[in-house]
């Protein structure tokens, strides 16, 4: 079963800061892009942030300077450094792989979000 586990969200002052973290499981066995995506209240879920296997990034022009994504092939894992943030991005992060299996099938998991929550 593919599974993307997501760490590192909570309650952050505005201005501070907050890294995410999310783990695919083996399962995906080559992964091409890794992407962090966010859904507040009453709007449309957003991409955030993206990284090709490449280390090709695009991010959100809302997020732009203010967040980085990385990424660790070796451990299929994902990054979201959010610094300088505001209200505004209280939201749960939710994290999506797209990659294939060793039967070339084609995967794209999502992980159970995280909620983050920015506040005074």
């Known amino acids: 079963q593919v599974q993307l586990v997501e760490s590192g969200g909570g309650l952050v002052q505005p201005g501070g800061s907050l890294r995410l973290s999310c783990a695919a499981s083996r399962s995906i066995v080559v992964i091409y892009a890794m992407s962090w995506y966010r859904q507040a209240p009453g709007k449309q879920r957003e991409l955030v942030a993206r990284?090709?296997?490449?280390?090709?990034?695009n991010y959100a022009d809302s997020v732009k300077g203010r967040f980085t994504i990385s990424r660790d092939n070796a451990k299929n894992t994902v990054y979201l450094q959010m610094n300088s943030l505001k209200p505004e991005d209280t939201a749960v992060y939710y994290c999506?792989?797209?990659?294939?299996?060793?039967?070339?099938?084609?995967?794209?998991?999502w992980g159970q979000g995280t909620l983050v929550t920015v506040s005074s």
């Open positions: 999506n792989a797209q990659g294939y299996s060793d039967s070339a099938r084609y995967l794209e998991p």
């Open positions: 990284i090709t296997s490449e280390g090709s990034t």
